[in-house]
C-alpha cells in the first residue's frame, strides 16, 4: 500500500514525521493528548474537542470500529487526530465503519507512524500547544508562521461552531423535574442521561435569557459542556442571574460559572482528556470523564468553597456556592451522583 508522507509541527518548531491517513488536508488546532483505548467516536464527535487536534498515546487504534450511533453529535468536530498505528479493519459487531472510513467521509485528516508517547512526554514537559498537521505542505517555515497567524485569531468565538441554534424540548411523560439546558454544545449522552431522570428538558440556544427559561418554568438551568471559550458576554448574562434560578455548570459551564462568580481561571499545564481522571468523592477515588484544558485558579473567592479535587494534580473539580443553590462539575460524573443536588448549593 503506498504511504503518503505527512507532518506534524508544534509550536516550538518540534517535528514528527509520518503518514496521512483520512482526509488529504492541513488542520491546525490544540493538541491534547488523550490516554484511552477506545472511544474514538465519542471523542471527536464531542463538541467540546472542536478546536483540538487528538493525539491518541494508546498504540493501536480503530480496532473497534465506528458506529455511528455512538457519535454525540451529528459530526465530527475536532480537527485532526495523530495515532501511533491504526487499525484497516475493525473486530466490533456494532461497527459499521472503519476509523480511515469515517473520518474521510467527514473530510477529518490524520497522522500516524509517530511516536505518540514521545509526542505526550514533549507536551508534559513543554505544557500546551498548537500543532499543524500536513500532507501537502512540509516547508516548515512556511508552517511555523501558519502556526503564529492562527494563535494570534484565537479571540474567535467558537460557540459559534458547536452551540445550539434554536431551542428543542424533550417531552416526558411523567416529569419530576423541569431542565432548562443552556446548550453550548452538550453531548447526546449527557442528554439521554438526563431524560433517563423522568426530567422534561429544554435545550436553549446561547442567546436565550432568564425571561425564555422562567417564561417555561423551569426549576434549574444546567450550562453545558461545549467547545472552551471565555464567552464574556455568557459570562455576564450568567452573573446577572445568579440569584434568580438553581444553576449547575458542566465542564466549560462550569468554568464559565466559577468566572462569573469572581474565580480567576487558567490554562492547565496538562489538559484533563479522557475517561480515567480520578477525583476525591467523599473521603474515596472515582474515575471520570474529562474534557478541559482550562482550570480554576486557587484561591477561590470567598462566595466559592471546593468540593472536590484531582487526585494527581490536586485542581479543583468540583466547586459550589457558600450561598446560592449554585455548583458546578469540571469532570463529567454520572447524573446519579449530583441529582439529587438540584436546587441546592450541595452537590453530593
Same mark, same amino acid.
Given at each position: 500500500?503506498?504511504?503518503?508522507?505527512?507532518?506534524?509541527?508544534?509550536?516550538?518548531?518540534?517535528?514528527?514525521?509520518?503518514?496521512?491517513?483520512?482526509?488529504?488536508?492541513?488542520?491546525?488546532?490544540?493538541?491534547?493528548?488523550?490516554?484511552?483505548?477506545?472511544?474514538?467516536?465519542?471523542?471527536?464527535?464531542?463538541?467540546?474537542?472542536?478546536?483540538?487536534?487528538?493525539?491518541?498515546?494508546?498504540?493501536?487504534?480503530?480496532?473497534?470500529?465506528?458506529?455511528?450511533?455512538?457519535?454525540?453529535?451529528?459530526?465530527?468536530?475536532?480537527e485532526?487526530?495523530?495515532?501511533k498505528?491504526?487499525?484497516?479493519?475493525?473486530?466490533?459487531?456494532?461497527?459499521?465503519?472503519?476509523?480511515?472510513?469515517?473520518?474521510?467521509?467527514n473530510?477529518?485528516?490524520?497522522?500516524?507512524?509517530?511516536?505518540?508517547?514521545?509526542?505526550?512526554?514533549?507536551?508534559?514537559? #513543554?505544557?500546551?500547544?498548537?500543532?499543524?498537521? $500536513? $500532507?501537502?505542505?512540509?516547508?516548515?517555515?512556511?508552517?511555523?508562521?501558519?502556526?503564529? #497567524?492562527?494563535?494570534?485569531?484565537?479571540?474567535?468565538?467558537?460557540?459559534?461552531?458547536?452551540?445550539?441554534?434554536?431551542?428543542?424540548?424533550?417531552?416526558?411523560?411523567?416529569?419530576?423535574?423541569?431542565?432548562?439546558?443552556?446548550?453550548?454544545?452538550?453531548?447526546?449522552?449527557?442528554?439521554?442521561e438526563?431524560? +433517563?431522570?423522568?426530567?422534561?428538558?429544554?435545550?436553549?440556544?446561547?442567546?436565550?435569557?432568564?425571561?425564555?427559561? +422562567?417564561?417555561?418554568?423551569?426549576?434549574?438551568?444546567?450550562?453545558?459542556?461545549?467547545?472552551?471559550?471565555?464567552?464574556?458576554?455568557?459570562?455576564?448574562?450568567?452573573?446577572n442571574?445568579? @440569584?434568580?434560578i438553581?444553576?449547575?455548570?458542566?465542564?466549560?459551564?462550569?468554568?464559565?460559572?466559577?468566572?462569573a462568580?469572581g474565580?480567576?481561571?487558567?490554562?492547565?499545564?496538562?489538559?484533563?482528556?479522557?475517561?480515567?481522571?480520578?477525583?476525591?468523592?467523599?473521603?474515596?477515588?472515582?474515575?471520570? +470523564?474529562?474534557?478541559?484544558?482550562?482550570?480554576?485558579?486557587?484561591?477561590?473567592?470567598?462566595?466559592?468553597?471546593?468540593?472536590?479535587?484531582?487526585?494527581? @494534580?490536586? $485542581?479543583?473539580?468540583?466547586?459550589?456556592?457558600?450561598?446560592?443553590?449554585?455548583?458546578?462539575?469540571?469532570?463529567?460524573?454520572?447524573?446519579?451522583?449530583?441529582?439529587?443536588?438540584?436546587?441546592?448549593?450541595?452537590?453530593?
Open positions: 500500500m503506498q504511504k503518503n508522507k505527512a507532518i506534524l509541527l508544534l509550536q516550538d518548531n518540534t517535528v514528527f514525521n509520518g503518514y496521512q491517513f483520512g482526509a488529504n488536508q492541513e488542520r491546525i488546532g490544540e493538541l491534547t493528548c488523550v490516554t484511552d483505548m477506545t472511544g474514538v467516536t465519542e471523542l471527536l464527535s464531542d463538541p467540546a474537542s472542536a478546536g483540538k487536534m487528538i493525539c491518541m498515546i494508546y498504540p493501536e487504534i480503530g480496532v473497534d470500529g465506528v458506529n455511528p450511533e455512538d457519535m454525540e453529535s451529528g459530526k465530527i468536530h475536532a485532526a487526530i495523530a495515532v498505528s491504526y487499525a484497516r479493519t475493525y473486530s466490533n459487531w456494532r461497527a459499521k465503519l472503519s476509523l480511515e472510513e469515517w473520518i474521510t467521509k473530510q477529518t485528516p490524520g497522522i500516524y507512524g509517530i511516536d505518540t508517547r514521545a509526542l505526550f512526554a514533549h507536551i508534559r514537559k #513543554n505544557g500546551p500547544m498548537t500543532a499543524i498537521i $500536513s $500532507s501537502t505542505e512540509f516547508n516548515t517555515e512556511i508552517l511555523a508562521q501558519k502556526i503564529k #497567524n492562527y494563535n494570534s485569531s484565537q479571540h474567535k468565538n467558537l460557540h459559534d461552531s458547536t452551540a445550539r441554534k434554536t431551542a428543542n424540548e424533550i417531552k416526558s411523560e411523567s416529569p419530576t423535574k423541569r431542565i432548562a439546558i443552556l446548550d453550548l454544545g452538550a453531548p447526546n449522552s449527557f442528554i439521554s438526563i431524560a +433517563k431522570k423522568q426530567a422534561e428538558i429544554k435545550l436553549f440556544p446561547i442567546h436565550s435569557t432568564i425571561n425564555d427559561w +422562567k417564561a417555561w418554568n423551569a426549576d434549574c438551568l444546567i450550562i453545558s459542556s461545549g467547545t472552551e471559550y471565555l464567552n464574556t458576554e455568557l459570562i455576564s448574562l450568567i452573573q442571574v445568579l @440569584d434568580k438553581p444553576i449547575v455548570g458542566i465542564e466549560t459551564g462550569a468554568i464559565l460559572l466559577a468566572k462568580c474565580a480567576n481561571i487558567e490554562k492547565m499545564n496538562m489538559a484533563h482528556y479522557g475517561s480515567n481522571h480520578p477525583i476525591t468523592y467523599k473521603n474515596k477515588h472515582i474515575l471520570c +470523564k474529562q474534557r478541559h484544558s482550562l482550570g480554576i485558579k486557587e484561591p477561590l473567592p470567598s462566595n466559592l468553597t471546593t468540593i472536590s479535587t484531582n487526585a494527581i @494534580d490536586k $485542581s479543583i473539580e468540583v466547586f459550589a456556592h457558600t450561598e446560592l443553590p449554585v455548583f458546578g462539575f469540571l469532570p463529567r460524573v454520572s447524573v446519579d451522583l449530583w441529582w439529587d443536588g438540584l436546587g441546592t448549593n450541595k452537590p453530593w
